[in-house]
């Protein structure tokens, strides 16, 4: 099946973090793809790829960097695909640096940040941008957020039953 979602990373290094959207797209059985783009380190690769994304039938792109974290805005600078950008924690500034430069775009360019490190919540939220056109997938994702409900209701009644503090101990 042709890639829905493109996953782009600044380095291998964000590689593992990436893992996260990785399994949410793969739980949905939704196809993508996955490379490494530097926005400093190969800017025509960078733009290249932008460009061509629609052509080649993805629907949003996810792209994940650290520090001055260029790579989601100059991405979503070149093409007309929605962009959700992960910001990377480093050792300098938390990942705050990361959060703020994918957050602060100009007016024109926008892109959809998550929180520091939130690789599966971008997996979860290019779900839900190819659900908008899949019927398919809008129920896959809709059944997760169901499951998910149920697994913090059976939570609360196991913390409602044993008190918090046997549950804590039973759950370390």
């Keep these: 099946m042709k890639p829905l979602v493109g996953i782009i990373t600044g380095s291998d290094s964000d590689l593992p973090l990436m893992t ?9 059985g939704i196809p993508h793809e996955v490379t490494i783009v530097s926005a400093h380190r190969t800017p025509d690769r960078m733009r290249e790829y932008a460009q061509a994304a629609v ?20 991405t979503a600078s070149y093409t007309p695909l929605p962009v959700i950008g992960v910001p990377r924690k480093l050792k300098s500034l938390d990942g705050l640096d990361s959060l703020l430069s994918m957050s602060q775009m100009p007016p024109g360019i926008p892109v959809a940040t998550v929180s520091i490190d939130g690789a599966k919540n971008a997996g979860l939220l290019a779900a839900r941008i190819v659900g908008t056109s899949d019927k398919n997938v809008q129920e896959k994702v809709d059944k997760y957020q169901k499951d998910l409900e149920s697994q913090i209701l059976q939570k609360a009644e196991k913390v409602e039953k044993l008190g918090y503090k046997k549950y804590l101990e039973d759950n370390k």
């Design 20 to 28: 996260e959207a990785m399994k949410v797209l793969e739980e949905l």
């Design 55 to 74: 052509g080649k039938g993805l629907k949003v792109i996810i792209a994940c960097t650290g520090g001055s974290a260029h790579l989601p805005g100059m």
